[in-house]
């Protein structure tokens, strides 16, 4: 049972959503009828989280990676179910997820494992972000962006105990938990 009420979909307020749907009907998503117990605070959010969803400049696999792995490193049953079959669909293959999993010593692990431990990236993980991945300075914005906003988003699906659509599979979140 979740902490707060989900809004009902009929009573979405579309004004809050705009900024993800531009007026598009979407479908229930427990985490909007969540978010939307503020709809201020929800219309200011996904203006960031559609900018890190679909306008940013990571690859997209890059992107689903570092979701899944900030959504294992805060236990976010929400977050990792909502990204494990998106990090497939982008190219992440089943020995990439395992190793988000593991907590395996790869540069993308280091650094969404700093930037949660340490709130920064160390000298040699930026330099190696930009020399042997190849971003660029906005791709290292979305890169530190994206960590943060889907671990704040992490925290509150935690703290308000939002569950997981029906039928939505949370495929091996529940294995050993090493960080």
Request: charged share 25%.
């Amino acid at each position: 049972m979740t902490r707060l009420a989900p809004v009902p979909y009929a009573e979405w307020d579309q004004d809050a959503i705009f900024p993800m749907t531009g007026g598009r009907t979407v479908p229930h998503a427990n985490s909007i009828s969540f978010l939307l117990n503020h709809p201020e605070l929800t219309k200011a959010f996904l203006t960031l989280s559609t900018h890190l969803a679909a306008k940013s400049t990571l690859p997209a696999k890059l992107r689903e990676l570092a979701i899944l792995r900030i959504a294992w490193r805060r236990r976010c049953r929400y977050e990792w179910a909502q990204h494990v079959a998106g990090a497939r669909r982008k190219g992440a293959t089943e020995e990439e997820i395992a190793a988000v999993r593991a907590g395996a010593d790869t540069l993308l692990n280091r650094a969404v494992d700093e930037l949660d431990r340490d709130s920064r990236l160390s000298d040699a993980t930026y330099a190696a972000l930009t020399e042997q991945e190849g971003l660029d300075d906005r791709q290292m914005m979305d890169l530190v962006f994206t960590v943060g906003g889907y671990g704040t988003l992490a925290m509150a699906f935690n703290t308000f105990e939002v569950e997981l659509e029906d039928g939505l599979d949370d495929e091996g979140f529940d294995e050993a938990h090493p960080r």
